[in-house]
């Protein structure tokens, strides 16, 4: 049976699934999405805040033990980079006990854990694509929390996929397309930083993949624990990434105010918290495990781009 990486859900005929599936954040640009891809490998818990508070370690516990699932999904975190700056215990609570804490779990009751980590692991210096072995020297509190569910997933878990993505943003949400959709409404000009550079990466196509290392599992066919990029062909700025935007919003004609769109520097756009300039992931591990290509950044936009086209108000 062949995957296609294409943005269209996949639908294996299964001859087992998992019998419980936890997917935490499930309101989230990814956790949304992974409900959906998941929903055919088993059946699905995606607890809202009420029934699952993910900041207090009791309520983890014992939603843990009533309900026993056999695979976690994590991609719940503190995901307001320069907010962690000022907020640091909170961060160090999603971003790492809470890893930490899922990682005990799957180890004490032999289930599958998978979680998400970013780019902000590496220090973003010269211009290299990053390989899952290469050294990690976070410049944030995001970054260096994010780094520590990391390495709590490795030291506590015996069965696990950590993917460490970059620029997610989706058709829903709070992210950087909607944000510049918003924006260019309301501005006739806008700045964008053109000296960072990484891979835009939808939350469908995280979820699809997501999906096709569960399927693997349940195949008996797994890919090897372990850590692996996962994001979109090809690089731009964030200066690129909001042009090809307006590109396909002008398309659309969408109204716009926007005539002037400008490029700007790191230095020239000061935020409470360093960024990484080179985001650049390399993605052949994951590609070589799991046999696909991963489509190119521009691709991908355009239909998440159509997706909310199609279903905004």
């Not at 002037?260 to 756009?269: K, M, R, V």
Request: hydrophobic share 40%; glycine share 6%; net charge neutral.
């Amino acid at each position: 049976q062949k995957w296609s990486i294409s943005g269209r859900a996949f639908r294996p005929v299964m001859s087992h699934t998992f019998k419980t599936i936890l997917i935490t954040g499930a309101t989230g640009q990814v956790g949304y999405e992974l409900c959906r891809s998941l929903s055919v490998l088993g059946a699905i818990l995606s607890p809202n805040r009420e029934e699952l508070d993910l900041a207090d370690a009791h309520s983890v516990d014992a939603y843990l033990a009533k309900h026993q699932p056999d695979l976690i999904v994590n991609p719940a975190a503190w995901t307001a980079v320069d907010a962690a700056e000022v907020n640091q215990e909170a961060t160090a609570r999603l971003n790492t006990a809470l890893p930490a804490q899922l990682a005990q779990y799957a180890r004490k009751t032999n289930a599958y854990l998978i979680h998400y980590s970013s780019d902000y692991v590496y220090p973003g210096t010269g211009q290299n694509y990053w390989l899952e072995s290469d050294a990690v020297a976070p410049l944030s509190v995001y970054g260096r929390t994010k780094l520590g569910g990391d390495k709590a997933v490795v030291n506590h878990c015996l069965h696990y996929l950590i993917f460490r993505t970059s620029w997610v943003y989706s058709d829903r949400g709070n992210n950087f397309m909607k944000t510049m959709l918003n924006l260019g409404a309301q501005r006739e000009s806008l700045n964008i930083v053109n000296d960072q550079f990484g891979a835009p990466t939808n939350a469908r196509l995280i979820a699809e993949v997501t999906a096709l290392a569960v399927y693997r599992q349940l195949a008996s066919k797994p890919i090897d624990s372990g850590i692996y990029h996962l994001v979109c062909g090809g690089i731009t700025s964030w200066y690129g990434f909001a042009e090809k935007i307006f590109e396909l919003a002008k398309r659309e004609n969408l109204p716009l105010l926007l005539n002037e769109l400008g490029g700007i520097s790191t230095a020239e756009f000061p935020t409470p918290a360093a960024r990484p300039q080179n985001s650049k992931l390399n993605v052949s591990k994951l590609e070589g495990a799991l046999g696909i290509t991963l489509p190119s950044w521009q691709q991908q936009l355009e239909f998440t781009f159509n997706s909310y086209m199609n279903n905004k108000d």
